[in-house]
């Protein structure tokens, strides 16, 4: 009986280990997934500056007749 009694709590230990580790992992790939849409943003918002600077530049250089 105390055998069984053991068995159990050893995979009651391993269940509830499991289950904090799941979360874990999950909080963790939360984590990343934020990171990399906000280095995702960033990198659309620095494209869409440059591309924007550039044209702008582009057009100064034209209105001076400095081609």
Do not use: C, P, Q
Not at 15 to 28: I, P, Q
Request: aromatic letters at 6%.
């Amino acid at each position: 009986m105390d055998e069984t009694n053991s068995e159990i709590e050893r995979e009651s230990l391993h269940s509830a280990s499991d289950r904090t580790l799941y979360s874990l992992v999950d909080e963790s790939d939360r984590k990343i997934e934020g990171n990399l849409l906000r280095l995702k943003g960033r990198y659309i918002l620095k494209t869409i500056a440059e591309s924007h600077f550039t044209k702008i530049l582009h057009n100064i250089i034209e209105s001076k007749g400095w081609k």
